[in-house]
């Protein structure tokens, strides 16, 4: 293998919110073109790993690394390591006030100064992509929910990221509107887009990722090749994570 | 009910007094054009000032909001100004204002009341515009700034395309309200002199024991005041209607 430096690393990542510890010492790594899954319990802290790997979180220890800078010093902007990754969210949280079209446009003419033209270009050929070329002027609230976070990723995508993080991005939809938002998961992961995805979806983790890590109270327990971590799981609490998804059909 | 009052009314023994001395038909026509005259006086102050308000106000909003640890003085500073000035009768303002400030004699200092007295009235509202402005930002959802600043656009960027369109959007009535209570209290410039509309009634009611010119002057405030309400009113079921048909607001 190459020498390169992994897209993103982790390295003791810890971080409280008013004495309680969310992370405890975490240490993660995503290889380019690699997609690696956190699976863990409600509250395990997959979501704060996230929005602290995104910077939206402000770490208490250790380091967060980007083709090997550390992001999280406090002598790098913030918003400069912020542009060259994307976040997807459970929410969705697209802005209700603005068009499909103008979602998407608005990070790269405002934050990665592309010309308004060429931006509009680039945004209607990835939304006629993921099969929402007519939906270009409607505003979010007019769309289903997975419509909405297709939008979402597509005005993740338009940033031109390299890496994208995935945050439980089917938990708030409907189970029939879940397979089209993975199937563009999918597709991502075909062309090498490289990410890391926090997750319920048992099955789809193993179809994607190179990678499961098992988050438990704030620390990786366990990780692996999905086929290994999910069909015969060492730990203990991995075992009974996966019995509980198990027995409620999740997996 | 309404007829009842009326009939008390017109039957009470002092009606054919007060019908002389409030509803005489030919004292209001002499002092309309006046009256009138004054009340673009008022329309002009009310224009500058809600201006001056709306901006002032969005200063005072983004500050008091902003959670950037460098702007904590000025956070004090707006905390106070509002509790200041949402705490004073506006009457008083305009006092202390209009006529302690030409007192001091500085030298630069503009000593016209209609400027001294907008600048109180601007000063008043624009602590009860602030807050406004900042129940609309902060009805706003977190996740839209974490989503804005995740996809690389700063925090001012964020605030500007994101969170204000939606908040502005959100206040509107309760700032037509504001604009409303704003028109009305122009009257209160009077104390300093200037000839606006309530002014200008009052001199012409006095000089000829007839108060009629104050009815002139309350028809044009309703004249502007009515429409205005109406127009709130139509905003504020506009915006329920939008909310429950879950159209973006």
């Given amino acids: 293998m190459s020498a390169a430096p992994p897209v993103l690393e982790v390295q003791g990542v810890t971080k409280s919110y008013g004495g309680v510890e969310v992370l405890r010492g975490v240490d993660l790594s995503v290889r380019e073109h690699e997609a690696v899954a956190l699976i863990g319990a409600s509250g395990s802290g997959k979501s704060t790993l996230l929005r602290c790997i995104d910077l939206l979180e402000e770490i208490d220890d250790g380091d967060v690394l980007l083709d090997g800078e550390v992001i999280t010093d406090p002598s790098v902007d913030p918003v400069r390591a912020r542009r060259s990754l994307a976040m997807v969210f459970q929410a969705f949280n697209l802005f209700p006030h603005l068009t499909v079209l103008d979602n998407v446009l608005l990070a790269p003419s405002r934050a990665h100064g592309m010309q308004k033209e060429a931006a509009a270009d680039s945004a209607r050929e990835l939304l006629a992509r993921f099969g929402l070329g007519e939906r270009e002027r409607d505003y979010p609230d007019r769309l289903s929910g997975g419509q909405q976070q297709r939008v979402a990723i597509v005005r993740a995508l338009a940033t031109r990221p390299r890496a994208l993080l995935l945050d439980e991005i089917t938990s708030a939809l409907d189970p029939e509107l879940v397979g089209e938002v993975l199937e563009v998961v999918r597709e991502l992961k075909a062309e090498g887009m490289t990410m890391l995805i926090a997750t319920h979806e048992m099955g789809f983790a193993r179809d994607v990722a190179d990678e499961i890590c098992f988050l438990h109270e704030g620390r990786i327990l366990e990780r692996g090749a999905p086929g290994r971590v999910l069909a015969e799981p060492e730990r203990p609490e991995t075992q009974r994570f996966l019995r509980r998804l198990l027995a409620a059909g999740r997996v | ?249």
């Fill in chain 2, 1 to 249: 009910m309404l007829g009842a009052l009326a009939a008390l009314i017109l039957t009470s023994k002092g009606w054919p007094n007060v019908r002389e001395t409030f509803f005489d038909w030919n004292a209001f026509k002499d002092a309309f054009p006046d009256v009138l005259d004054g009340f673009w006086l008022d329309i002009k102050i009310f224009m500058v000032v809600e201006i001056a308000v709306l901006a002032l106000g969005l200063v005072v909003a983004l500050v008091r909001s902003s959670g950037a640890p460098a702007l904590f003085p000025f956070r004090l500073l707006a905390a106070s100004y509002t509790d200041v000035f949402r705490g004073l009768p506006v009457i008083l303002v305009v006092y202390l204002i209009g006529f302690g400030i030409p007192a001091l004699e500085l030298s630069g200092v503009p000593s016209d009341p209609v400027v001294l007295g907008g600048v109180a009235l601007a000063l008043c509202y624009a602590a009860y515009v602030a807050e406004v402005y900042r129940a609309g930002i902060e009805s706003i959802h977190p996740g839209q700034t974490s989503a804005a600043l995740s996809l690389g656009l700063t925090s001012a960027q964020s605030t500007r395309h994101v969170v204000l369109p939606q908040a502005v959007r959100r206040v509107i009535p309760p700032l037509l309200n504001d604009f409303i209570a704003l028109q009305k209290d122009v009257a209160l410039v009077s104390i300093l002199g200037p000839l606006e509309a309530f002014r200008v009634a009052h001199i012409e009611a006095s000089s000829t024991f007839n108060y009629t010119p104050l009815l002139a002057a309350a028809v044009l405030y309703l004249a502007v005041t009515v429409p205005l309400t109406r127009v709130v009113d139509h905003v504020t079921a506009r915006d329920r209607l939008l909310r429950s048909a879950g159209a973006p607001v």
